[in-house]
């Protein structure tokens, strides 16, 4: 029997959402910025993560409203959301490293595996490369103060990540996650907002 409840399950959509909103400015803020290639694969990046968080948040209020245990919609959530931060995180760094000339895309194939191990790397190399390229963003842009901002989600994402591979029948293991995950996603939208009012949309990224 899991412990949740429906504020627990209404909570959780509240990362999801603020998670959304700083994908779709960086989205328009970065498009001129990257290839074909780069921009698909922080395209497909941020919305496997939105669709993993969107699948953990209905499990858990289907859950705690008795239809019923959507158990896909639970195991599936680490793997997706791992692979998309690392997605995501190579298409910034195709972004800052790589001529945006060439519009080729090398696919990604991730291997099929069991347990979390796999997973817990990829998911910190991922939003690692998406924190770094921001905060070199933040320099250009004459901002490093976010660098500290990002530094501080970062941490409270990897935290969060790990209490997620964790037991999460527990209802405190549930509310510290989320309380992690609400204020790293609060962080990482207020910096992106800061970065887009500051002009990322027209920064040059010059190589």
């Known amino acids: 029997m899991k412990n949740f409840t429906v504020p627990m399950a209404l909570v959780d959509?509240?990362?999801?959402?603020?998670?959304?909103?700083?994908?779709?400015?960086?989205?328009?803020?970065?498009?001129?910025?990257?290839?074909?290639?780069?921009?698909?694969?922080?395209?497909?990046?941020?919305?496997?993560?939105?669709?993993?968080?969107?699948?953990?948040?209905?499990?858990?209020?289907?859950?705690?409203?008795?239809?019923?245990?959507?158990?896909?919609?639970?195991?599936?959530?680490?793997?997706?959301?791992?692979?998309?931060?690392?997605?995501?995180?190579?298409?910034?760094?195709?972004?800052l490293t790589h001529r945006q000339t060439d519009t080729s895309l090398k696919s990604v194939a991730p291997a099929v595996v069991t347990g979390t191990s796999l997973f817990i790397v990829l998911m910190v190399a991922g939003v690692g490369m998406i924190y770094t390229g921001l905060s070199v963003i933040a320099v250009k842009l004459k901002k490093p103060a976010l660098i500290a901002a990002f530094v501080i989600s970062f941490f409270l994402l990897l935290s969060m990540g790990y209490l997620s591979s964790r037991d999460f029948t527990q209802a405190g293991i549930n509310w510290a996650a989320q309380g992690m995950n609400v204020l790293a996603q609060g962080l990482l939208l207020y910096s992106v907002h800061v970065l887009h009012k500051a002009g990322m949309a027209d920064l040059f990224l010059g190589r």
């Open 13 to 95: 959509f509240v990362p999801v959402i603020l998670f959304t909103v700083t994908s779709i400015i960086l989205q328009r803020d970065l498009y001129n910025k990257m290839s074909k290639g780069a921009f698909a694969l922080f395209a497909a990046g941020t919305i496997d993560i939105i669709c993993a968080g969107s699948c953990k948040a209905i499990y858990k209020l289907l859950y705690a409203t008795g239809i019923c245990d959507m158990e896909p919609f639970n195991s599936l959530f680490f793997p997706v959301q791992s692979i998309g931060f690392l997605l995501a995180g190579l298409g910034i760094v195709a972004m």
